[in-house]
Nanobody, 128 residues
Framework: RVYLVESGGGSVQAGGSLRLSCAAS????????MAWFRQAPGKEREAVAA????????YYADSVKGRFAISQDNAKNTVYLQMNNLKPEDTAMYYC?????????????????????WGQGTQVTVFS
């Protein structure tokens, strides 16, 4: 069974940066897509960023465009989320997700239901 392991969460002051990592246990997802979602207390899980690994197509939520960047390291089976200029409203549990069969086009949105495998999450707290 392939598993996903997130790391890199923590507490940071507003305006600061964090980089999240999601390592897959093998290269199962190299032909599919991986993504980052987040869920704050009392709110629904929302897509933050996603990448269709084979073509490098990305998706970003409007709330993070220009501040967050998703990238991949195929040799390490790892996807990163670089988060800059963090805001208190970015505070949430961040989850990595993957689907080896998912492809999406530029401009398309992704949803939690598109993904089959989930990590356990890493907490990001941004204080003002």
């Amino acid at each position: 069974r392939v598993y996903l392991v997130e790391s890199g969460g923590g507490s940071v002051q507003a305006g600061g940066s964090l980089r999240l990592s999601c390592a897959a246990s093998d290269n199962t997802y190299s032909g599919g897509s991986m993504a980052w979602f987040r869920q704050a207390p009392g709110k629904e899980r929302e897509a933050v960023a996603a990448i269709y690994i084979a073509l490098g197509i990305t998706y970003y939520a409007d709330s993070v465009k220009g501040r967050f960047a998703i990238s991949q390291d195929n040799a390490k089976n790892t996807v990163y989320l670089q988060m800059n200029n963090l805001k208190p409203e970015d505070t949430a549990m961040y989850y990595c997700a993957a689907n080896e069969a998912l492809a999406f086009s530029a401009g398309a949105k992704v949803a939690a239901s598109d993904f089959r495998r989930w990590g356990q999450g890493t907490q990001v707290t941004v204080f003002s």
